[in-house]
Nanobody, 126 residues
């Protein structure tokens, strides 16, 4: 079993930055595909970014390309999401997720991930 805990969320003004962390425990995540999803009120959970087990293939949803950057530190069993130039439409609960499947390109489907964090609120004010 893998336990995931997100941190780093909060309230920020539009144009600001936040860095989310996802700390894993229970197993090393070095061989896991990792992803970030978000869910805004009244909307479905959507893929934001993912990174392959080898860190060679980050992938982003179009709406965050050029603004968000996903990375991982396998030595610390932690994944990060650097979010810059935040917009009010980025407001959501953000979830980190892990998959034991070694996707070449991280899957955008939530069903492809077995382990989930509890989520953390990110609020961007205009």
């Amino acid at each position: 079993q893998v336990q995931l805990v997100e941190s780093g969320g909060g309230l920020v003004q539009a144009g600001g930055s936040l860095r989310l962390s996802c700390a894993a425990s229970g197993r090393t995540i070095s061989s896991y595909t990792m992803g970030w999803f978000r869910q805004a009120p009244g909307k479905e959970r959507e893929f934001v970014a993912g990174i392959s087990w080898s860190s060679s293939t980050p992938y982003y949803v179009d709406s965050v390309k050029g603004r968000f950057s996903i990375s991982r530190d396998n030595a610390k069993n932690t994944m990060f999401l650097q979010m810059n130039s935040l917009k009010p439409e980025d407001t959501a609960v953000y979830y980190c997720a892990a998959s034991s499947v070694r996707y070449y390109r991280p899957t955008m489907s939530a069903s492809g991930y077995e382990y989930w964090g509890q989520g953390i609120q990110v609020t961007v004010s205009s």
